[in-house]
């Protein structure tokens, strides 16, 4: 923001004091007070929020502002407000304190065998094909940190991602405005799979596809990551809307429909590859070559991680890796 219409910057002292202002003369109390000031925007509920008096908050922030040089404050207005150089300060303190006070979680939860938690949220398919093994290998670093795992559709992932419920996600890259203030780092792409159980009719010699819409067809609903696809994969089968269509994204209620019915199910390949290769579900020889989409981990963007999730990650991505390597199917 520019600081045009609020006054003139003003100096203390005049002069860049250098590096060893931030090493030796700047303390955690000078921080906490300078954020509390500004994110309340008054001096006695900053004394408030840190159970300290108004003068030792306002001598604190004059302090400061004596070590940086600079008034972090415009003074020339009845309430609190930022100058330029407040504003500027204002981004590197509150991450400066944040990251301390992550630090010091870190180190306290590390100290408690098993008492950390790396908390992961994931698409089914990722739970399926990546997790189980990252998870195994991660628990093999023995670092005392317990692994919670949140299955969910891509959109509760990212909201409780942002809402700073989970510590990281493993899905796909949401739409632009879903990502806003999140990372992501692609890892390895994934299809769409059209399964059914081994001995469904539509196997039979001579059975074609064009009986689709003789049975109901599982379906990921709308707003989940994948139901595009879905939708375009039945109007090239020529599914008309006499469809029997059940909407779902859970894994468990699919699995156990398609294996003890006729119903014909629509998921990720992830969800599903183990199944496959156990021989309960089978493909149905559809073209999906044009559904891969990536598939990765997501973070918010400059949030601090745990050593836990640190470590977490790395599994994710060596396992990640393997599967690229397997042809990403």
Do not use: C
Request: hydrophobic share 45%; proline share 4%.
């Amino acid at each position: 923001m520019s600081w045009r219409g609020r006054g003139e910057p003003r100096y203390i002292t005049a002069g860049y004091r250098g590096p060893d202002v931030i090493e030796n003369r700047i303390k955690h109390r000078h921080l906490s007070s300078f954020v509390e000031v500004a994110r309340l925007k008054s001096i006695g509920k900053a004394a408030v929020s840190l159970s300290i008096s108004q003068p030792a908050v306002s001598k604190t922030i004059r302090e400061l502002e004596e070590i940086l040089g600079v008034e972090l404050f415009d003074r020339s207005h009845r309430s609190v407000v930022l100058s330029y150089y407040g504003e500027v300060f204002l981004r590197f303190a509150g991450a400066s304190i944040a990251a301390l006070r992550q630090g010091v979680e870190s180190v306290e939860l590390a100290l408690k065998q098993g008492a950390s938690i790396v908390r992961v949220g994931a698409l089914a398919s990722a739970s399926s094909r990546v997790l189980p093994e990252a998870v195994t290998r991660f628990l093999g670093s023995s670092v005392g940190t317990t692994p919670q795992i949140i299955t969910a559709d891509n959109v509760a992932i990212l909201n409780q991602l942002r809402a700073g419920e989970l510590d990281f996600a493993l899905g796909r890259m949401g739409s632009p405005a879903s990502m806003v203030g999140l990372a992501f780092e692609h890892l390895y792409s994934e299809r769409v799979a059209v399964v059914a159980r081994r001995e469904h009719p539509l196997f039979a010699q001579g059975a074609g596809l064009g009986r689709l819409s003789d049975y109901v067809v599982l379906v990921p609903p709308s707003g989940s990551i994948i139901h595009d696809h879905a939708v375009e994969l039945l109007i090239r089968l020529a599914v008309g809307p006499q469809l029997r269509r059940i909407d779902t994204v859970s894994t468990v209620f699919g699995r156990a429909f398609a294996t003890t019915t006729d119903a014909i199910w629509i998921a990720h390949y992830g969800e599903v590859v183990g199944d496959i290769a156990a021989g309960t579900l089978r493909e149905l020889p559809v073209d999906t070559s044009d559904t891969f989409g990536p598939l990765g981990l997501i973070v918010r963007s400059g949030a601090p991680l745990t050593l836990g999730a640190e470590l977490m990650m790395a599994a994710i991505r060596e396992v990640a890796g393997e599967v690229r390597a397997e042809g990403e199917r």
